[in-house]
Nanobody, 112 residues
Framework: QVQLVESGGGLVQPGGSLRLSCAAS????????MRWYRQAPGKERELIAH????GTTHYADSVKGRFTISRGARVYLQMNNLKPEDTAVYYC?????????WGQGTQVTVSS
């Protein structure tokens, strides 16, 4: 079974940057789309960015202009100009064929 592992989270001051990374334990075939979600305490899970097989990207308004999703051997989320409201657990999800593979999440805390 494929497992995804996110890394790169941590504590950062407002205005700072982090780069999240998501790696798969095995090759995922027929990748259609890669997504990053986040979930803050007491809030619903939010889709913040995705990249499809063609390379087209899409961002939630809340992160547009600050976050960048990219892919290589892994899927990345570059987060700049972080704000306290970005504090959440961040999850990557990769769709391969008919299946969605989820990671366990990585905590991002933005605080002074």
């Amino acid at each position: 079974q494929v497992q995804l592992v996110e890394s790169g989270g941590g504590l950062v001051q407002p205005g700072g940057s982090l780069r999240l990374s998501c790696a798969a334990s095995r090759t995922i075939f027929s990748i259609n789309v890669m997504r990053w979600y986040r979930q803050a305490p007491g809030k619903e899970r939010e889709l913040i960015a995705h990249i499809i097989s063609s390379g087209t990207t899409h961002y939630a308004d809340s992160v547009k202009g600050r976050f960048t999703i990219s892919r290589g051997a892994r899927v990345y989320l570059q987060m700049n100009n972080l704000k306290p409201e970005d504090t959440a657990v961040y999850y990557c999800i990769v769709r391969g064929g008919p299946y969605d593979y989820w990671g366990q999440g990585t905590q991002v805390t933005v605080s002074s």
